[in-house]
């Protein structure tokens, strides 16, 4: 009997703190699904049968006339922007009311590895922003290029060696690795030779941060609906210690000191060698309402932090990208025809070569690969946490509430691009892409918060489809998905499930 009574009245208690707030968008009048006790409108998200990008997009495609739509993620209200000018204001405009992400904002306990630019807030964040911004500079980029085009070299290679074989590649495993050897190379100074070597150990890191087992999505799960209970658990655990060894050896080669190479650790280096970071509080301000001084270490642990998202936004992002537009082109043979034509001709004027003035003339390439991550953004969405409270199209919200901005629904709403199924790069040409689009089309982001590493992504991206195309002519693999599946158990960043198997074909020697 008491047990029976125990049970009941844990039964009761979590009702009653997982539906508490079940009430909020009601009063708000705003739109939204009847949520579950405990799960909210999430529960296809929670067991792993559907992506936050997909339970999110659902949402958007089901309240076509709403410009926001509330959503319950457990217990907690959030809220959907199906419409631009409402993006605007959240991404920039009000900017100082939204600079959280607020992706470890309700953890008590915030683990080493996720203490990084990307999922940092506050004072945190603005100051490590500060400082790194500068590696991230055009002269920085093209200084490191022959890096990239040495990568790009060996991805031909490698794909050459494969085909002898069996011509049905997986592109998104090929482009991972060409993805994990850029970033050992300019992220650390390292020959990660992942294209080469089945054992990589930047390879399996890769594949570690990304591959989430049903436990792992649980503990994160349980984290998320009780943030004080499990506040010592570590999601990244998996992969922390693996980071923690790279940066400590690759520090003690260089004797503690910046050495010249100009890399990211390099950058982290100096950071650290500068001493302590100084700035203007975003959190605080004075008596006076003057911005509060802020200041920042940084350790050892935060290098590490700052070394794991360089090098898990970097793999997932890019390999994603570029394998999914490959997949398009294999889909549209007269897109990719005009594609390698441009490509012939400016490697034919560059002696043969890739190099950064090179890649920065192929021009529909670039409008090729924006079209591949319009169809397919790494990011499906982009997330805000409001700083204070705020008013939203007439809504009031409060401190803490999380905003997302679809990413995935807005780039293919016919509202913005017509004809969305259609794979038309033209749609980049600055002649003909339309201004109001850009708070749909953003997948770097925008604003304070848009990806400090746009521009390396990008040319690294570039540099690798420029060098596939030029060798080989890639078609539909047979049996193959359109388009590839997303990965249910993806976060933020979206992942394909099952690879991008595409046929490889050689193309004739490209002219001297």
């Known amino acids: 009997m008491i047990v029976l009574i125990l049970v009941a009245a844990v039964a009761a208690a979590l009702y009653y703190y997982s539906t508490k707030s079940h009430d909020y968008w009601k009063k708000r009048g705003v739109k939204h699904d009847k949520p579950l006790p405990v799960v909210g409108n999430n529960a296809l998200n929670f067991f792993m049968r559907r992506s936050m990008s997909q339970a999110i997009e659902e949402m958007y495609w089901k309240y076509p006339d709403e410009k926001i739509v509330g959503f319950f993620r457990g217990p907690y209200p959030e809220l959907i922007i199906r419409d631009p000018d409402i993006a605007k204001q959240i991404l920039t405009t009000d900017f100082s009311y939204f600079y959280p992400r607020g992706l470890i904002s309700r953890q008590p306990i915030i683990e080493p590895m996720l203490r990084n630019l990307f999922f940092a807030d506050g004072d945190l964040w603005r100051l490590l922003r ?17 890096l990239i085009v040495e990568r790009a070299e060996r991805l031909q290679a490698r794909a050459l060696q494969l085909i002898a074989a069996d011509k049905v590649l997986d592109a998104r495993e090929l482009m991972a690795r060409y993805t994990t050897d850029f970033i050992g190379a300019c992220g650390f100074g390292l020959d990660a030779d992942s294209l080469q070597d089945e054992n990589s150990v930047f390879r399996k890191i890769g594949a570690k941060i990304f591959k989430v087992s049903p436990k792992d999505f649980a503990k994160n799960v349980l984290k998320l609906l009780f943030p004080w209970t499990f506040r010592h658990v570590k ?8 980071i923690m060894q790279i940066v400590a050896e690759v520090q003690r080669q260089r004797n503690y000191k910046p050495s010249g190479r100009n890399d990211f650790i390099d950058l982290l280096l100096e950071c650290k060698a500068k001493g302590k970071i100084v700035g203007e509080s975003i959190e605080r ?10 200041t920042l270490e940084m350790d050892d642990e935060l290098i590490a932090a700052q070394v794991f998202v360089f090098f898990a936004a970097g793999f997932e992002t890019s390999s994603s990208a570029t394998s999914t537009t490959l997949n398009e082109l294999a889909h549209n043979p007269d897109v990719q025809a005009r594609a390698q034509a441009e490509i012939d001709r400016v490697l034919a004027a560059h002696g043969g070569k890739l190099s950064y003035d090179a890649v920065k003339e192929m021009t529909y390439l670039e409008w090729t690969f924006k079209e591949g991550m ?4 790494s990011l499906g969405f982009l997330v805000r946490e409001s700083a204070r409270p705020y008013v939203i199209d007439g809504v009031a919200i409060d401190k803490g509430v999380k905003v997302f901005v679809p990413l995935q629904a807005m780039h293919n709403d016919p509202r913005f691009f017509a004809e969305p199924d259609q794979f038309r790069p033209e749609r ?4 003909q892409f339309d201004p109001a689009n850009k708070y749909v089309y953003m997948p770097f982001g925008v604003g304070p918060r848009a990806c400090i590493g746009e521009r390396l992504g990008l040319m690294q991206s570039l540099a690798g489809l420029a060098a596939v195309l030029a060798r080989f002519t890639v078609r539909p693999a047979p049996g193959a998905p359109r388009r590839p599946a997303v990965d249910p158990a ?9 690879g991008v198997p595409l046929v490889f074909i050689e193309r004739s020697a490209p002219p001297a």
């Open 235 to 242: 999601g990244l655990a998996r992969v922390e210690g693996d």
């Open 285 to 294: 301000v004075t008596a006076d309402g003057e911005p509060e001084v802020a």
């Open 428 to 431: 980049h040409d600055p002649q």
């Open 130 to 146: 500060q400082r790194m911004t500068p590696a991230f500079t055009s002269g920085k980029l093209k200084a490191m290029f022959p």
């Open 374 to 377: 319009r169809v397919f953004p």
């Open 490 to 498: 993806s976060g933020i960043v979206q992942s394909v499930k099952g």
